[in-house]
C-alpha cells in the first residue's frame, strides 16, 4: 500500500511509516494541485499539513485512497464531504500541538498587554520610548474564551494561573467539567464580549462560526476590548475588526490566523495595534514531532491494522473498543441488508433498537454497519465511513434507541424499515459472544444463522407446506442448509425461513409462489 506525504512530515513520523510492514512511503513535499491530483491517483493514504488542500476536485483523482491523517488538529482544508461520500476515513492529531496552540495564544495575551513586540521594533531602530509603551497588568482581569476544547481548557488553565477571571463560550461545554476548571460559563458570546478584557478564540472554522465576531458583536462589546485569534481565519471577520481597530472599539488583536495564508490584503496584519504571526500555534519542535508520530501511527493503524482513531467522519472508537464491536457489526450489517430486500418499496425510515449488553456500547459504528447493510444490494462501495451520508442523500431517515434490558436474550437488537404503508422489523442475538443469530423477523420468533442466500416464505399454517418447499427445492437440484418455522398461532399466518446452498431462480421463486398455501416468496442475499 501506497502512503502519499505532501507536506513536511517530520523525520521520526516518516520512519515510522518506512517500517511498516507492506507500506510505500512517496515523500512528495510542495506538490502543485495538478502534480497532487496525479500522485493521490495512486495512493492509498495520504499524510498533510495545513498547506495540502485536498478539495472535491483533487480527491476525485484518487481511486484507491482510504484514509487521510492530518497532523494537526484543524482539517479545513480537507473537503469532508467529498471523502466521505467516497468513503475515504479522515482523521487528525488533536493532542499533538495542544500544548503549543495555547502557549502560543499565552504569547500574545502578553503582547498584547505590554506592547512587546511594538517597543522591540522601537529599540531595533534605537529609539528609547519608554512612556509609549507603558502597559496593564493582567492579574484582575477577565478573559473570556469561545470554545473550551483541549487547547481553550489549556488556555483557561494558564490565565487562572495568572489570576485571571476566565469566563467561557461553549455550547457543547458540560456545566460541571467547567466549574471544575474554575470557568464561568456564560449562556451568549455577547454576555461575554460585554465582560471580557480580552477575548481568546479556540472554536473550530464551521459554517457556524464563520464570521461569528462580526460588526455587530464588535460593537456589543466591552471599549477597549483585545481579540486574540489562534484558531482558524475566518471565525472573526477581519474587515469588521479593522474597522473596529481604526474606532477604537478595539483595543488591539493578536493574530496567528488569516483567512487566506498568506494574507491577499495585508492592511490588518501590518495594522499598528496588531500582532500579527504567520500560522505558528503548532510550530514548535515538540509540537511538529508528537504530530508527525501520531499521524504516522494512525495512518499505519488504519491500513494495517484496520483500527482507526480520531476519525472526524466516522464514530470514534479505539481498538479495544472496535475489537469487543466487531460481532455487533457484522450482525447489524445482515439485519440491515435483510430488512432492506424484505421491503418492496423504497425505504424512508429506519429505527434501530439495542437492548441489554450492546446498549451499553457505543453503538455509533454498529448503526453505521447497519446503514451499509441497508445499501449494499443497491450501492457500489459503500463503508462505516459514507453510508449515513449515503442514506441522508437518499431521504432516509435513521433513529436509535436503546433499552438497558433484553428480556430473553442479554444482549439484543433490532432493525425497522418502513416504507410507505409497508413495515419490515428483524432482530438479532448473538450466540457464544460471536456467533450472530437472526430470532426475529416481521413478528415472528425464529432461530437463523444470517448468512448466505435465505428464503422469506409467509405461508398458511397447514399441514404440507414445508414438505412442498422441500419437494420444490430438491426438484431444482437446490440443497437446503437450514430450515425454520415460526408461527403466532395454530392455523394462522406463519414464517418459514429456509437458508439454501444455491440461489434459486424466478422459475423456482414462480413455483413455489402457485402452492396455494404460500402467500409470499423474499429471496434475501448475504454477502
Known sequence: MKVLVSDKLAKEGLDILNAAKGIEVIDRPGLSPDELKEAIAEADGIII????????????????LKAIARAGAGVDNVDLEA??????????????????????????????????PAADASMKHEVWEKKKYTGTELTGKTIGIIGLGRIGSEVARRALGLRMN?????????????????IEMTDSLEDLLKRSHYVSVHASLTERTRGMIGRKELAAARDGIAIINCARGGIVDEQALLEALESGKVSGAGLDVFTSEPP?????????????????????EEAQLNVAIAAAEQMVDALVHNRVRFAVNFPSVDPEQMAALQPYLTLARRLGAIVSQLS????????????????????????????????????????????????????????????STAEEFVTYMSVEARSGAESHCVGGTLFGKSSPRLVLADGFELE?????????????????????????LGDHKINIGNMNNGRKSVGGEALTVVTVDTEPDETVVDELTRVPSIVDVRVVRLR
Do not use: C
Request: aromatic residues 4%; glycine residues 10%.
Open 448 to 472: 437463523v444463522e444470517p448468512a448466505g442466500t435465505i428464503l422469506f416464505i409467509r405461508n398458511e399454517d397447514v399441514p404440507g407446506v414445508i414438505g412442498e418447499v422441500g419437494r420444490i
Open 166 to 182: 476566565v469566563i467561557g463560550f461553549d455550547p457543547f461545554l458540560d456545566g460541571e467539567r467547567a466549574h471544575a476548571l474554575g
Open 49 to 64: 499539513r495545513s498547506a495540502t488542500k485536498l478539495t472535491a476536485d483533487v480527491l476525485g483523482a484518487a481511486r484507491r
Open 83 to 116: 471523502a466521505s461520500r467516497r468513503g475515504i476515513i479522515v482523521m487528525n492529531t488533536p493532542g499533538g500541538n495542544t500544548i503549543s496552540a495555547a502557549e502560543q495564544a499565552i504569547g500574545m495575551l502578553f503582547a498584547l498587554a505590554r506592547s512587546i
Open 344 to 403: 418492496a418499496g423504497a425505504v424512508k425510515e429506519v429505527t434501530v433498537t439495542y437492548s441489554g449488553e450492546v446498549a451499553a456500547q457505543k453503538t455509533e459504528a454498529v448503526t453505521a454497519a447497519v446503514a451499509v447493510g441497508l445499501l449494499s444490494s443497491y450501492v457500489e462501495d459503500v463503508n462505516l465511513v459514507n453510508a449515513g451520508l449515503l442514506l441522508k442523500e437518499r431521504g432516509v431517515l435513521m433513529k436509535e434507541t436503546r433499552t
Open 264 to 284: 491577499t490584503d495585508w492592511k490588518l496584519a501590518k495594522h499598528p495595534k496588531v500582532v500579527a504571526t504567520p500560522h505558528l500555534g503548532a510550530s514548535t
